[in-house]
């Protein structure tokens, strides 16, 4: 906020307060603050967020905007602050502002010290919150700070000292959060018409009482979370525990109707989980993993059943929402193992948002892991049948889920789950099904060999029930005899979501994902070749791996045999046998699709994009063929096909337009990463790095064009063709350009913009744009 006030001269200061449900609206208001009302008046925006995840789709939506207004900017249009209060600093790029003082900030708060003392005299000492930073945050101070509370006290506590241990909560573990005047009136109970300060003794130099306008009442809170924090240890020590806090702040304050401020408060004391020093996301949030620990004897059952009972009082006080009933299920069957009382909570949970996929992966998982815990278990004395039973239960709640998952792709589904699942797709539940199936496969086999051949229907099950030696596993015929078909499906799903697309920009998807779902596959399929692809092409493909040299190659020319009709098979393998090379066959399939071009909107996203890398002219060729139409219908193919899955996620370029003729100038992504000089990292692409590699620079070829806009357009052959750019803060300025031309499956892409003098024609090498 300081540095806001600080800017409010040179740039135009706004704060996003709470969480906007229509991001475009936002943008929008940005535009107008930009423009002042007037296209003459620009000046850029310095915005503060304090929301980590709309900065992506709030960028997206203000140049939307700025496109659609035609608005032609000479100064970047807004600078996005992010400011999120993290308990662990995470190794990245991102400024820290850490709790400590520089040499010239300690002088300044001296200085500034002083001042107070002349100006306040004795009442300075009541100013903590400023004592606290001029001594550097220091402990000794909060602790001494800490002795107004007095000594603490466990029975027959006063009304004054349970709010101040209430406040003491919210501020220890949702920072900047409050309680109302009049609710802590409410709850102090006084027939008289005494000031809060004054009913609150000793306690009042502790709190701070503040009003953001003349409309808003008066809110209540610590005067510092350091505080909070050190007085909620305090009471831990003394006896007032954290769950006993907890449940008596539940119990007090969130009755019939609570105000949404205070269930965003609760909701966060609860349920949000954060992230810890290796960039992972804890299993519960602070509070309940503090409660976990506070408990003397290291009494772990004790323990979980204070954190349980907390989140127990949370859902039933709020009976309508189901991050509470969620939690309790997790903490169930992760922490307590009680699969039969998570079973409950989780279907609770699905109860209270049935539509929400996010919210239905919890009964998957408690399902999931109640197998994984009989894996684990060298005593389990399961049987194959309450083995498959309880799969069956899992993949049954996984496939509703991916159900779910594939409805959820409207404004209308934002509700009250885990994620903002009107911009994410869940992929959960697919992922979860081949989980439960390598459990299932490791628990099964161990019990008789003859259950890898039934898994793989390479048997069938009633071939071999008597020696399986339980007749009543017909029962699970229908489920056996599906599970193969659907494992190929789902890899082949992961295949193309990790191949095309990883979550952003800079985070790749983690390891697991990959290495289960290939363990899944080669356990279910193995080798054998996958039923969604004709025998016959999948021995033109084998003859292509055996007779090209280079597997990208193969990989392009395999879209096409996949895409073949039974008699274009018949008649490609025919020319096959019968070419004296491997050059002339390959020349006749690719000869063969030019005739088909333009491609259908029905054909595969794959097939438009082989379409594209074949038809872009090369160097000074005069094209034949409509480009924008050839990129309209890739894009039109892969919203079709692919967008609902990868619409949050970041579309990676799969091939290049390189030095060369034909096939030889496509230049997949793998020959550009797999060079010595090429840094590894997951922001090879938000950086764009890679491309100032000297062998990327002499591989590919730099294509001419301009930015308007806050458009790219890619010149060719005198005509303009708007192509996607990786980074969009490339595309403020109006300039001539050059870039490498990228495809991602969605269409063409502008990597590395950079600016051409007017003088010389030359490119202006940039570090950003």
């Not at 960028?59 to 207004?69: F, L, P, V």
């Not at 054909?603 to 379409?611: K, R």
Request: charged share 30%; hydrophobic share 35%.
């Amino acid at each position: 906020m300081q540095l806001l006030w600080d800017f409010r001269k040179t740039f135009r200061c706004a704060v996003l307060t709470g969480s906007p449900s229509d991001i475009t609206d936002v943008a929008m208001e940005v535009v107008s603050l930009f423009t002042a009302g007037s296209r003459g008046h620009q000046n850029t925006v310095l915005l503060l967020v304090n929301d980590e995840q709309k900065l992506e789709d709030l960028q997206e939506s203000i140049m939307k905007t700025i496109a659609e207004q035609q608005i032609v900017t000479r100064m970047p249009v807004v600078t996005l602050l992010s400011c999120v209060r993290k308990d662990v600093v995470l190794q990245n790029d991102q400024v820290v502002l850490k709790t400590e003082l520089s040499d010239t900030e300690k002088q300044k708060f001296n200085e500034k010290m002083e001042e107070l003392k002349k100006k306040y005299g004795q009442k300075y000492n009541q100013l903590h919150g400023f004592s606290i930073m001029q001594t550097n945050f220091s402990q000794a101070y909060i602790k001494k700070a800490c002795t107004e509370f007095g000594t603490v006290r466990k029975a027959k506590r006063p009304r004054k000292n349970q709010l101040a241990a209430f406040l003491s909560l919210l501020n220890a573990y949702v920072p900047g959060s409050y309680l109302l005047e009049s609710q802590c009136l409410d709850f102090l109970e006084h027939e008289d018409d005494g000031s809060l300060d004054n009913q609150m003794e000793p306690f009042s130099n502790l709190m701070i009482t503040f009003q953001q306008d003349e409309r808003s009442e008066k809110k209540v809170r610590m005067v510092h979370p350091a505080l909070a924090k050190h007085y909620t240890e305090l009471l831990s020590e003394g006896g007032v525990t954290r769950s006993d806090t907890a449940r008596n702040f539940l119990n007090n304050f969130c009755g019939n109707e609570v105000p949404s401020f205070l269930l965003g408060f609760v909701k966060d004391m609860l349920t949000k989980r954060e992230m810890n020093e290796k960039e992972k996301e804890e299993k519960f949030s602070r509070l309940i993993l503090d409660i976990a620990k506070e408990v003397k004897n290291n009494d772990k059952r004790k323990n979980n059943a204070q954190s349980a009972s907390v989140l127990k009082v949370a859902s039933k006080k709020f009976d309508q929402n189901p991050l509470f009933p969620q939690a309790l299920a997790r903490f169930s069957y992760i922490e307590q193992k009680n699969y039969n009382l998570a079973e409950m909570w989780a279907k609770r949970a699905k109860e209270r948002d049935p539509r929400n996929s996010f919210v239905a992966d919890t009964l998957g998982q408690v399902h999931k892991n109640h197998l994984k815990n009989h894996l684990k278990n060298w005593k389990s004395t399961a049987t194959p049948r309450q083995i498959l039973q309880l799969a069956k239960k899992a993949i049954e709640a996984f496939k509703h889920e991916e159900q779910l998952a594939k409805e959820e792709q409207g404004e209308d589904m934002r509700g009250d789950g885990a994620a903002n699942i009107s911009y994410v797709f869940n992929s959960r539940g697919q992922f979860g099904y081949l989980q439960v199936c390598v459990l299932l496969y490791d628990l099964l086999v161990p019990h008789n060999g003859l259950w890898r051949s039934v898994l793989t229907k390479e048997e069938s099950m009633c071939n071999v029930l008597d020696a399986l030696g339980d007749n009543k596993l017909y029962r699970f015929n229908d489920l056996i005899n599906s599970l193969r078909d659907e494992v190929e499906r789902k890899g082949d799903f992961f295949e193309k979501y990790l191949t095309y697309s990883k979550i952003n920009m800079e985070k790749d998807d983690p390891d697991y994902i990959s290495r289960d779902t290939d363990e899944c596959y080669r356990k279910y399929v193995g080798d054998s070749t996958p039923s969604h692809i004709h025998p016959n092409a999948a021995i033109l493909i084998q003859k292509l791996k055996q007779s090209l040299p280079d597997r990208r190659h193969v990989e392009l020319l395999s879209y096409l045999v996949r895409d073949y009709t039974e008699s274009e098979l018949k008649e490609a393998t025919t020319r096959w046998k019968r070419s004296s090379s491997s050059t002339d066959s390959v020349n006749n399939m690719l000869a063969d699709f030019r005739q088909k071009i333009p491609l259908s909107r029905m054909d595969a996203p794959e097939l438009h994009m082989l379409a594209l890398l074949l038809c872009w002219p090369e160097n000074e060729d005069r094209r034949v063929i409509d480009l924008n139409q050839l990129i309209d219908l890739m894009h039109n193919s892969y919203e079709d096909v692919y967008k609902k899955y990868f619409r949050s996620r970041y579309l990676l370029p799969l091939f290049f337009i390189g030095q060369g003729q034909d096939l030889n100038r496509i230049v997949h992504r793998e020959q550009l990463m797999q060079s010595e000089e090429t840094p590894n990292g997951s922001n090879v692409w938000s950086n764009e790095s890679i491309f100032r590699n000297p062998s990327v620079q002499e591989r590919l070829v730099r294509v001419e064009g301009v930015v308007r806009n806050y458009r790219v357009y890619a010149a060719v052959d005198g005509k303009e063709i708007a192509v996607d750019a990786n980074r969009r803060n490339s595309l403020w300025r109006r300039r001539q350009v050059s870039f490498y031309l990228g495809f991602t499956i969605s269409g063409p892409v502008a990597f590395d913009i950079q600016t051409k003098t007017p003088e010389t024609g030359k490119i202006l090498k940039l570090k950003n744009n």
